[in-house]
């Protein structure tokens, strides 16, 4: 079992950038790949961006590469979010999850966190 809590979430100005972290209980922690969703009002869940579970594979959808960058600290139990060059559309609830396989299909994913606002104003 494991226990996914995000944070860092908040209100940024178009342009700017803002970092999530979620932290994770369990002694397995270091064993799931880890992934980020986020939702939009009125929109499904989408793939944002997964890392192995040892850090040294990352895989971002289209609409964030060169901006978003995952990374993770297997000692510290937290996978990291930090989001650049914020568009008003990266607005959502943003989800972290836990999963074996670092793939984008979030069915891929057991675990999943209640996620975090992010607000991105124009």
């Known amino acids: 079992q494991v226990q996914l809590v995000e944070s860092g979430g908040g209100l940024v100005q178009a342009g700017g950038s803002l970092g999530l972290s979620c932290a994770a209980s369990?002694?397995?922690?270091?064993?799931?790949?880890m992934g980020w969703f986020r939702q939009a009002p009125g929109k499904e869940r989408e793939f944002v961006a997964t890392?192995?579970?040892?850090?040294?594979?990352?895989y971002y959808a289209d609409s964030v590469k060169g901006r978003f960058t995952i990374s993770r600290d297997n000692a510290k139990n937290t996978v990291y979010l930090q989001m650049n060059r914020l568009k008003p559309e990266d607005t959502a609830v943003y989800f972290c999850?836990?999963?074996?396989?670092?793939?984008?299909?979030?069915?891929?994913?057991?675990?999943w966190g209640q996620g975090t606002q992010v607000t991105v104003s124009s």
């Open positions: 369990g002694r397995t922690f270091s064993s799931y790949a």
């Open positions: 999850a836990a999963g074996r396989s670092h793939v984008s299909w979030s069915g891929a994913y057991q675990y």
């Open positions: 890392i192995s579970w040892s850090g040294s594979s990352t």
